[in-house]
């Protein structure tokens, strides 16, 4: 019953077309963030990139956006348009056992960049 008035509320107050999806790495509209994690450290950035060339897109370069490494160093996150959000969870379920990819719900903790 809650549902159908919400559901209600929603078209009376002219509020009933889909919310666009937001990235949760930097709350921008149209985004998805895609969370990549491997079983070694990381030690740079191009190790993330050629997962991402392996595994996702085989030109990413327009579609990558904000990449930052986690705090452990054993993953990265990053955000890509939500037209790609289908592409990237095919990508989940044929990356292997070296390579975890997903959309997260929530980010892992993030390494702080130095001033």
Same mark, same amino acid.
């Given at each position: 019953?809650?549902d159908i008035l *919400?559901?209600?509320?929603?078209? /009376?107050? @002219?509020?009933?077309?889909k919310? *666009?999806s !937001?990235? /949760?790495? +930097? $709350? ?5 963030t895609?969370y990549? !994690? @491997?079983?070694?450290n990381i !030690?740079s950035m +191009?190790?993330?990139?050629?997962? /991402?060339? %392996?595994? /996702?897109f085989d =030109?990413?370069?327009?579609k990558v956006?904000?990449? &930052?490494? +986690? &705090?452990d160093r054993y993953?990265?996150?990053? #955000?890509?348009?939500s &037209?790609?959000e289908k =592409?990237?969870?095919?990508?989940a379920e044929k990356? @292997?056992?070296?390579?975890?990819i $997903?959309?997260? +719900?929530?980010?892992? #903790?993030? #390494?702080? %960049?130095e001033a």
């Open positions: 019953t809650v *919400a559901r209600a509320l929603a078209v /009376i107050s @002219g509020h009933t077309r919310l *666009a !937001r990235s /949760i790495l +930097t $709350s921008s509209k149209g985004f998805v895609v990549v !994690r @491997g079983k070694q !030690r +191009t190790y993330v990139w050629n997962i /991402i060339r %392996r595994h /996702i =030109q990413p370069d327009d956006r904000a990449m &930052k490494l +986690t &705090k993953g990265a996150v990053f #955000e890509v348009p &037209k790609y =592409q990237v969870l095919a990508a990356a @292997g056992p070296y390579v975890e $997903s959309v997260p +719900t929530e980010l892992p #903790e993030l #390494e702080e %960049r």
